[in-house]
C-alpha cells in the first residue's frame, strides 16, 4: 500500500484522518498516486493539481524520504521507500500567511 | 412560524444566523468549512433549505459546497469550471493580453424557479451555470464573447463577477456586473450579452460614452419593478429607469459617493440603502463614524441611520457582497464588515445592532425569509 500524507484542509474535505492508504498499480509516480487518489476521494479533484493542465497547484509541494520532489517530472519513478510503503508521499501546503 | 436565516461568508469560514421573526435572540452557528474564504452563500428562492456555498482558499483552489437541509449538513458537488473553448485573453493592470484563467467563483445566484438551476459569477470574469444542483457547469460563452471581453481589465480585487439579477419579470433577462468592466444585460436567458453602461461616468475613462471599463461595485432591484436598477459605482450612486439603457447620478447629499453595498428595502422600491465609505484608498466610513445611509426617494435625498452604530474610531469597510435585507412585514436590513461584525436592523433601518461582534472579516450577507 502506497501511504499519502495530506495536509490538514484536504484531509478534512476528503473526511479522512491520518494517513491515507492507496494501492497503485504498476510503476509507482506523482501522477500514478495523484490518479490513484482522486479515485478514492473524488472531493480532492481540482485540490491538488488544476482539473485541465493536471499541474500542481502553486501553493503545494511535494516530498519523501525527506527531498523534494515537486519538479520531477509528474511520470518519474518515486523512491522505492514510496513504493514499498516503509516511506509516505508528503503533500506540503506552503507555509504562507493568510 | 415565520424567521430569518442569514448566511455569513467571511475571509475564515461561513456562518450561519437564525433568529425568529422579533429577530431578537439569535442562534450562531459555525465556522462551516473552516480556514476557507466563502466568498458568498445563497440560499434557492424556490427552496429555502437548499443552499449554495463558495468555498476557496489559495492553496486548493476551488469548491462547492451544497446543502439540502438549511446549512446543518452540507455535501460538495462540482468544482470545475472550464472556460468554453479557447479562453483567449482580457487586458491585465498594463494593458497587455493576459490569458482568461479561472480563480475563483465570486457569487452564487440561484435560480428564482428551480432549485437545481444556479448560476455562478467567476474571476476571471464569466458567468457559469449548472442545471443539476451543482453536479456539473457550463460557461454561458455569449458574455465574454459578445465583442469587448478582451479589453476587459481587473480591478484592484481582480477581474471577478460579482453581480447576478434575476429579472422576475422578463422571463431570459439577467443583469450582471464585472469589476471593472461595467454592467451587462441578456435578454434570452443568457445566449447574449450587451453591455449596459450608458450614463456612467468614471475618472480615468475620457470617453464618456465609453462601452466598457467601469467600475461597478454592485447593482440592487425591487422585484415589483425590476426595470429599475440602483448602482454602486466606484464613485457615484447611480440609477437606470429603463433596465440599464441609460443611468442617471443620484449621489445627492451623501458624504461621500464611494462605497461598496446598494440594496433595496423588501416593501418600498424606492427605498435604498448604501453605506457610503471615504475614498479609493481609504477604505473606511467617513470620519470614523459608520453611517448607513438610506433614500426614501430612489436617490438623490439621503439620511443617516446612525442608531447602535459605532460614531467613533470605526475604520472598517462594508464589502460588495456584505448586505441584504429579509422580507418580513418590518424590513429587515443586515451588513456585515471586514471588523467581523454583523449589523442587523429590524425596523428598516431606524435602530442597528450587532448579531454578532468578532467573527474574521465579513465577505458576504445573505437573508433568507423562512416560512
Not at chain 2, 6 to 24: E, I
Not at chain 2, 113 to 132: C, H, K, Q
Request: charge should be negative; include cysteine.
Amino acid at each position: 500500500m502506497i501511504r499519502v500524507v495530506l495536509p490538514a484542509h484536504l484531509r478534512t474535505l476528503a473526511r479522512v484522518n491520518g494517513e491515507v492508504e492507496l494501492d497503485v498499480a504498476g510503476r509507482v509516480s506523482q501522477r500514478a498516486i495523484l490518479d490513484a487518489l482522486e479515485r478514492q476521494y473524488p472531493v480532492l479533484r481540482g485540490t491538488i493539481r488544476d482539473h485541465v493542465t493536471l499541474k500542481r497547484r502553486p501553493f503545494l509541494r511535494f516530498f519523501a524520504c525527506e527531498e523534494d520532489l515537486s519538479h520531477d517530472p509528474p511520470d518519474a519513478p518515486l523512491p522505492e521507500r514510496v513504493a514499498a510503503g516503509a516511506e509516505p508521499f508528503l503533500i506540503v501546503g506552503a507555509m504562507a500567511g493568510g | 412560524m415565520s424567521g430569518v436565516r442569514v448566511l455569513v461568508g467571511t475571509r475564515k469560514g461561513a456562518f450561519v444566523l437564525t433568529s425568529d421573526g422579533k429577530r431578537k435572540h439569535w442562534d450562531v452557528s459555525g465556522p462551516h468549512f473552516a480556514g476557507w474564504e466563502i466568498y458568498h452563500l445563497k440560499g434557492s428562492p424556490a427552496d429555502q433549505n437548499r443552499l449554495y456555498a463558495s468555498q476557496s482558499s489559495g492553496w486548493f483552489g476551488q469548491i462547492i459546497q451544497r446543502s439540502n437541509d438549511g446549512g446543518k449538513t452540507w455535501e460538495t458537488v462540482d468544482n470545475r469550471f472550464v472556460y468554453d473553448g479557447v479562453p483567449g485573453t482580457h487586458q491585465w493592470y498594463d494593458g497587455t493580453p493576459h490569458p482568461w484563467e479561472f480563480k475563483r467563483v465570486w457569487h452564487l445566484e440561484p435560480s428564482l424557479t428551480d432549485p437545481d438551476t444556479v448560476y455562478a459569477g467567476v474571476e476571471d470574469a464569466a458567468l457559469f451555470r449548472s442545471t443539476d444542483g451543482g453536479a456539473s457547469w457550463h460557461e454561458l460563452p455569449g458574455l465574454r464573447g459578445h465583442g469587448s471581453g478582451s479589453s476587459w481589465q481587473p480591478g484592484a480585487g481582480g477581474l471577478g463577477l460579482h453581480t447576478i439579477l434575476l429579472d422576475p419579470k422578463h422571463s431570459g433577462r439577467m443583469f450582471i456586473a464585472i469589476s471593472a468592466a461595467g454592467a451587462f444585460r441578456t435578454d434570452d436567458g443568457g445566449g447574449t450579452w450587451r453591455p449596459i453602461n450608458r450614463g456612467l461616468k468614471s475618472e480615468g475613462i475620457p470617453n464618456p460614452a465609453a462601452e466598457v471599463g467601469h467600475c461597478v461595485h454592485r447593482i440592487a432591484m425591487h422585484r415589483s419593478r425590476p426595470d429599475v436598477l440602483f448602482m454602486q459605482k466606484h464613485w457615484d450612486v447611480m440609477r437606470s429607469d429603463d433596465a440599464g439603457e441609460s443611468w442617471h447620478e443620484v449621489s445627492g447629499n451623501l458624504p461621500t459617493d464611494f462605497g461598496f453595498v446598494i440594496d433595496v428595502h423588501a416593501h418600498e422600491p424606492d427605498t435604498i440603502y448604501v453605506v457610503p465609505i471615504k475614498s479609493d484608498s481609504e477604505h473606511y466610513p467617513p470620519d470614523g463614524k459608520l453611517r448607513v445611509y438610506r433614500s426614501r426617494s430612489g436617490g438623490d435625498e439621503w439620511e443617516a441611520l446612525t442608531n447602535g452604530l459605532p460614531q467613533r474610531d470605526c475604520y472598517v469597510n462594508v464589502l460588495r457582497d456584505a448586505m441584504s435585507v429579509d422580507a418580513l412585514d418590518s424590513c429587515g436590513i443586515y451588513f456585515g464588515t471586514t471588523g467581523g461584525q454583523v449589523y442587523a436592523s429590524a425596523d428598516s433601518g431606524e435602530s442597528w445592532s450587532p448579531i454578532v461582534r468578532d467573527l474574521p472579516a465579513v465577505l458576504s450577507v445573505e437573508a433568507q425569509t423562512l416560512q
